[in-house]
């Protein structure tokens, strides 16, 4: 059975990423989740994580999903990894998970020239050293420094996006990850809540340094694993659908997620992301 694309987030983040994929891959159908009732993960330990992000993966595929993107950097960061490797195989080999660290460190270790890249993202992020690990991998010869922004997303969440606080913040940790080197070139915003606050950070960073979000990067990843894996895009329905869900309140998510998408959202409440029965 044919379903859509599960795009899964802690709260509104993913919908950065989500918007990019409509533009660029319009003709697919898409189901958004997020776990806005236990948002943010960012400050969630390892284990609370991973229960999350494995009980929202099994929820979407109990939704004919076949393909999971982690549209967050926590989860990616801290339960792609597990669920790959120790759960697919046991619910189902031929479904799959993608997350947004690799393609974005990729992408990241190209555009820069000074080889010193700074990343922004929650606490849980930087404390997995994910970003650190893959391109020490990918390209040793860059440098990256880290700074973990805890308060930005709930700033995000609550509307808050342009309160003399927001800016306090903002600006602080700004100055903080730029203190680490002069020779930062490129900012990674390794939370995909941050791209709505680009504007305001932009306004913290020197017109030389690159501020670097991560939406375009991840569609165009999409697309090229889908041409390259023809036995999974088969698996996707193409009607240009899009459905939202949430674990917190639908008329909040609306509200948010209509300002996210420039768009009218309607979206579903599930009061649970525990599938109590086998769905295969």
């Known amino acids: 059975m044919k379903g859509p694309i ?49 009980e929202a993966v099994k929820y979407l595929f109990s939704r004919d999903c076949h393909l999971i993107v982690l549209a967050c950097n926590t989860a990616s960061a801290k339960a792609l990894v597990n669920v790959q490797k120790l759960d697919l195989p046991l619910i189902d080999p031929n479904r799959r998970v993608l997350g947004v660290i690799r393609p974005t460190a990729e992408t ?22 994910s970003y650190q690990l893959e391109m020490k991998k990918l390209y040793p010869e860059v440098t990256v420094y880290q700074e973990a922004c805890p308060m930005w997303v709930p700033l995000i969440e609550n509307g808050e996006l342009d309160s003399e606080g927001a800016r306090f913040f903002i600006k602080r ?15 990674l915003l390794g939370c995909t809540h941050y791209p709505v606050l680009i504007d305001i950070i932009k306004q913290y960073v020197p017109s030389h340094v690159r501020v670097l979000p991560q939406g375009s990067i991840i569609a165009q990843s999409l697309k090229d694993y889908l041409i390259r894996h023809t036995e999974i ?17 639908s ?22 992301l525990i599938i109590e029965e086998a769905f295969m």
């Open 233 to 249: 895009d088969e698996k996707c329905n193409k009607n240009g659908i899009t459905t939202f869900l949430t674990t917190g309140s």
């Open 251 to 272: 008329q909040d998510f609306n509200k948010r997620a209509s300002s996210f998408l420039n768009e009218k959202v309607n979206s579903t409440r599930i009061d649970s």
């Open 108 to 129: 990241i270790g190209d555009l820069t020239v000074s080889g010193h890249v700074g990343v922004l993202a929650t606490e849980g992020t930087v404390t997995s050293e």
């Open 173 to 187: 940790n700004i100055d903080h990850l730029l203190s680490h080197s002069i020779e930062i070139d490129t900012i």
């Open 6 to 54: 599960g795009v899964f987030d802690s709260g509104y983040g993913g919908l950065t990423i989500l918007k990019q994929f409509q533009e660029l891959l319009p003709e697919y159908d898409y189901l958004y989740l997020g776990d806005n009732a236990r948002s943010p993960y960012g400050i969630r330990s390892f284990d609370t994580i991973y229960e999350y992000t494995l």
